[in-house]
């Protein structure tokens, strides 16, 4: 009796170290059964809040669409039921992140939260949710970016920031972007610099559309082509210098669309006024001239408003064979009389004009020359002009870049839509320290010419993430911004 309570008892012991030590091991017979640890075992006891979420909010706060908002899994319990947004406070218009916890019904939403703005929180339009944890890109004590998180505690976020270990591809890819950034304009739902260096002052009442906030498909920033254009500057001056210092531009990278290519459109005029220290990025004209695709024939000069071809016979014509002498007799020619002595000479009416027809079949340009100008004071360094390159009515990609670490003169190269398309050998780089004109769809030179004149236009299309870089561009940087592009533009 005594051996088989010893045996008995051993069985047990023997069981139970083995559920403490192997617990995935032993199962005792219960694999039917569901363990505690199954996902989604405890989302019967501990329900989604049925007050708060996407556009449902506890009185007295607002949340802020722009940033990131959805379930979660922050009380570790294998189910994503935790509904987490950043707030405002109505009061004291204070933001914070929070957490409406599940199976706290009648409980403050906003309890379980991170420090507040005022006390310290950084906020980034690039944050996500990883592993419970409130995590965005933020710029390091180094002037980099990185991935940084606050980890959720037992009662709230803890206030310490940690660098993400295994943050999503997107945001390792978005990483790239803002390596050796100097100012980033999405134009996707804001005109805010992603990089905080510049601040955008607007012209003629554009702006774009903020609501919804993240749109999946977004058309950029449109300008009218009558009154539109954005100023930057870093410093009270309204200048670029203190942060943003052309003499530090190696890449500029950007998204255009032409409605109309008006006359000498700058997409970009980066200097301080017309033909001093510019960096341009523009078309050159109305497009390129082709009578039989595009271009227009010039405006009327001597012969009415609808064409420059005359209507009367003009040239040489063919006519009958007569002497000289009886043609200054009976023609116009006679230099004796007032009046013609005899029958005005009616030559053969030639064909229509050839012109005529072009006239008639002619159409608005479809392609555009691209030009990029660098300017040294008041001398123009550097002129590249690609014709027939940039497209109307279609989103084109254009990226500018030196390639190479030449400071001085390093080869720049063009891109269009990721491919190489020109190549200036040792090239120039700007040079001025301080620009107090900076545009973004206004040419310096548009209040440098009278009406009278071939005068520069403002730019009429959209524009979407316009991008300056203190450093060259790798073409799978190129690459990659046109992929992230193309899913904001709706291209793919």
Known sequence: MTTSLIIVLLIIFFFAAGELLYPSTIREGFDSLIGITTPGYFSQFVPKRGDVGVGEEESGYLQDGRY???????????????FCRMVQ?????????????????NLSSVKYRTLSVKSGFKMSRDDYMNKGSYCRILKDKNSGYEALCN?????????????DQDPPQSIQTLL????????????????????????????????????????????????????????LADNADLELGD????????????????????????????????????????????????????????????????????????????????????????????????????????????????????????????????LYEIWDQQQRKMRIVIPGLLPKKK?????????????????????????????????????????????IGKSNWTNETSQYENKNELFKGSLFDVRGYKVPLSEKVIKDSIVWGKGLLGLI
């Open 395 to 439: 989103w084109t990609h254009l990226c500018v870049t030196a390639t190479g670490t030449d400071s001085f003169r390093p080869d720049i190269a063009i891109y269009m839509d990721g491919e190489q398309v020109f190549l200036e050998p040792s090239g120039f780089l700007p040079q001025a320290s301080t620009t107090s004109n900076n545009y």
């Open 68 to 82: 990131f908002r959805g379930y979660v899994d922050v009380q570790g319990l294998g189910v994503s039921q935790d």
């Open 176 to 231: 790239t972007f803002y390596s050796g950034c100097m100012f980033w304009m999405r134009f996707r739902d804001d005109m805010i610099d992603y990089v905080s260096n510049a601040k955008a002052y607007t012209k003629g009442g554009i702006e774009i559309e903020e609501s919804p906030p993240n749109p999946p498909v977004t058309q950029g920033l449109s300008f009218n082509g009558i009154d539109h254009f954005v100023r």
């Open 243 to 370: 942060k943003v210092k052309m003499r530090s531009l190696r890449a500029i990278m950007l998204w255009v669309y032409f409605d109309e290519f008006t006359n000498n459109a700058h997409i970009l005029d980066f200097g301080n006024g017309a033909g001093r220290d510019n960096v341009v990025l523009g078309i050159v004209g109305k497009g390129d001239p082709n009578v039989f695709t595009s271009g227009e024939i010039r405006p009327p000069l001597l012969y009415g408003a609808d064409s420059t071809v005359p209507t009367e016979k003009t040239g040489a014509q063919p006519v009958e064979e007569v002497t000289p002498q009886k043609a200054m007799f009976e023609s116009k020619a006679n230099v004796d009389e007032y009046t013609s002595e005899g029958f005005e000479l009616d030559p053969r009416r030639l064909p229509s004009s050839r012109v005529t027809d072009l006239v008639k079949y002619s159409m608005p340009a479809e392609k555009a020359t691209l």
């Open 89 to 105: 406070e109505e009061s004291s218009g204070d933001t914070f992140f929070a957490c409406a916890l599940a199976g706290t019904d």
């Open 151 to 163: 980890r959720p505690l037992d009662n709230e976020f803890d206030v310490a920031l940690r660098a």
